[in-house]
């Protein structure tokens, strides 16, 4: 990828899974990776594997003081921040008029107010060198809904709408936001979520590839949105999803 070379780039949830592979992804195309996680042994055991130009910081997306230290450690560590990727999520798979609402708080939190708070920390200095790229991770259910999932879909919808949006007010920044939106993927909250076999073996049914997705195929589009390959694409929504969704 052109471009990536020598960035910074701050990725949320990147202790293990789709997060995980984002962050050795930007790492192997040349990018300093500051790994971001809740869980700091996580993050610090992915930053390890990337080796030198990685570092670890534990972060709670939720919370705009915890992510404005997490955003001031990283640029006194590795330098200014060019590249966001707002990947930190959470789900409970579950018949809506079944969940709680405290449930839905924590959904709305991690999914939407997360990637709000991690966009708003990193503006201003992206503003002030007129340059920038936000890719945040939404979902296909977010486009298409889901069943089991009506409040995280509610929420990737909402990731969707702001990333246009702020891609609108920052064009004039030079600050590229796009989104990926991944189908099922292989991941460990995937497989935590989806204990019963039977719902599993449909959810692969209704990819018409007829397999899930693997985490590195996801870091692969948000490396070529976040390279300068992708310099005059802004405002995109782009399913990684084996054709699950087709627009």
Known sequence: MKGLNGKVAFVTGAGRGIGQAIAKRLAAEGAKAAVVDLDEDTARATAAEIGAGAIALRADVTDSAAVRVAVTECEKRLGAIDVLVNNAGWDKIEPFVESREETWEKVIAINLKGPIICAR???????????????????????????????YSGAKSGVIGFSKTLAREMARHHINVNVVCPGPTGTPLLKQ??????????????????????????????????????????????SVSGGLTMS
């Open 193 to 238: 979520a989806m204990r019963n076999s039977k719902l599993m073996d449909s959810l692969v049914r209704a990819v018409p590839f007829r397999r899930l997705a693997e985490p590195d195929e996801i870091a692969a589009a948000v490396a070529f949105l976040a390279s300068d390959d992708a310099a005059f694409i802004t405002g995109q929504t782009l």
């Open 121 to 151: 920390a990193v503006l201003d200095g992206m503003i002030a060198r007129q340059k920038g790229r936000i890719v945040s991770i939404a979902s296909d259910a977010g486009r298409v809904g889901s069943t089991g999932e009506a409040v």
